[in-house]
């Protein structure tokens, strides 16, 4: 298979397989450690708390297939919102709790810098390109997609920023080290920019 996406019981899995099949691509949503070895590429999403996604994670046995998968055999890996955030060494949500540590940083709220700033961020917002890995080839700095969270990654060195969201000040919408890369928002309900996205990663 072109894609694999991992089912951990914490992921809008459906709408993320339409959309890379609908950008012409066999993705599968796989719910076991050991077809991890069958893929070319790996998406992780996630919707809900990190601590959560973390021990399921671990109880249904994905860590050490991720770490083989990902840092051994370098095969590309796309986290996707709370998918994302897991790429962090750490998170804070209900206590500090540790993260697979692929891309050095925390993971922690979203605090409002304006009145009209609302926790979660929910909605459509612009995506500034910081540095252009291939996530963004062909996609225009300011280009909109759509987000829903409550918290964000601070990676510890700025190499690792793809781009910025200026929302509470500024968050890190995109990032990537290697072949491990990771997105804030949902480009499986981004419309044309979300799709051009799916392509880039899966051409890189």
Not at 10 to 36: H, T, Y
Not at 38 to 51: M, N, Q, S, Y
Not at 75 to 100: D, T
Not at 142 to 152: A, E, I, K, R, S
């Amino acid at each position: 298979m072109e894609a694999a996406i991992i089912d951990y019981g914490m992921g809008n899995l459906w709408s993320v397989q339409r959309a890379f099949e609908k950008c012409g691509f066999d993705a599968e949503i796989i719910d076991s450690p050991n077809l991890i070895e069958k893929t070319e590429r790996i998406v992780l999403p996630g919707v809900g708390a990190f601590p959560d996604a973390v021990k399921s994670l671990k109880e249904a046995g994905w860590i050490e297939a991720l770490n083989n998968a990902v840092i051994v055999q370098k095969k590309p890996l796309l986290g996707i919102c709370l998918g994302m955030q897991l790429l962090a060494s750490y998170g804070n949500e209900g206590g500090v709790c540790k993260g697979l540590d692929y891309i050095k940083g925390k993971v922690v709220d979203l605090k409002a810098t304006k009145k009209d700033e609302r926790i979660p961020h929910v909605g459509w917002n612009e995506v500034i390109i910081k540095n252009n890995n291939g996530l963004f080839k062909d996609i225009k700095t300011c280009t909109n997609y759509y987000f829903v969270h409550g918290y964000h990654f601070v990676p510890d060195d700025d190499a690792d920023i793809v781009s910025v969201t200026p929302y509470c000040g500024e968050f890190v919408s995109a990032i990537a080290h290697d072949n491990i890369m990771g997105v804030q928002f949902h480009p499986e309900k981004s419309q044309k920019a979300g799709f051009a996205l799916i392509k880039n990663f899966m051409g890189m």
